[in-house]
């Protein structure tokens, strides 16, 4: 079954602080990776996908693919952060994504 | 503003009526696709087009739903008699190649 699993609905942290927002993943072949956020009365948007092996806004993310897993990682966590994340996925032969739960990041002062 | 719209943004209906929404994608993208989202989670795929061909249909969309894209541009989905479990927010995303651009979305309640 193809499958995005988000085991947290809410992660909070203070400023400066350390994230990592978990991300693993069922799929049977070889799929792309993503990570959408969607910000208070914001659309969902694009942050990074992991063929482009970019740093978005200080955020990385690691396809593993022996744990089946894809954690988006940034080591100094900014208030501007605070937002909705999900994590998504498409197959080879199909554009539709897939998206897990959802995980809120909430970053304190 | 030229990135994905959708119209209405915001749709009450009663029970057993029609809604239909529509979306206009980014003008020269050809890949056009639906989303539902319910309280408390990830957006979940309906269908999607390209130009005007309907490539995919997800098992959630019974026969109560249709979409059309009839000129490869913008696109329609309407729901027959809707149902409670309907209300949702409604996701339109366009892409030209890889990305997909999301538009506000439509929310429906069926009372």
């Known amino acids: 079954a193809q499958r995005v699993t988000q085991p947290e609905k809410l992660l909070s942290v203070f400023k400066g602080a350390p994230v990592e927002l978990k991300c693993n993943y069922s799929y049977s072949g070889s799929p792309e990776l993503f990570w959408y956020v969607q910000y208070s009365r914001q659309r969902l948007q694009l942050l990074l996908r992991h063929i482009s092996r970019e740093s978005i806004k200080g955020f990385t993310a690691d396809l593993n693919k022996g744990e089946t897993s894809f954690h988006l990682k940034k080591p100094f966590a900014q208030e501007e952060d605070s937002a909705m994340y999900y994590c998504?996925?498409?197959?080879?032969?199909?554009?539709?994504?897939?998206f897990g739960t959802g995980t809120r990041l909430q970053v304190f002062p | 503003d030229t990135g994905v719209s959708q119209n209405p943004r915001h749709k009450i209906t009663k029970r057993g009526q029609n809604v239909t929404f529509r979306c206009d994608p980014i003008s020269e993208h050809n890949r056009l696709y639906w989303y539902r989202q319910t309280l408390g989670q990830g957006p979940e795929f309906l269908t999607y087009f390209q130009n005007e061909a309907q490539l995919e249909k997800s098992r959630l969309l019974s026969d109560r739903f249709s979409a059309e894209r009839p000129k490869g541009s913008f696109s329609t989905l309407e729901i027959q008699r809707t149902e409670q479990g309907d209300s949702a927010m409604y996701l339109c995303?366009?892409?030209?190649?890889?990305?997909?651009?999301f538009g506000p979305g439509t929310r429906l309640t069926v009372t």
């Open positions: 998504a996925l498409s197959g080879r032969n199909t554009d539709k994504l897939i």
């Open positions: 995303a366009s892409s030209l190649q890889g990305e997909q651009y």
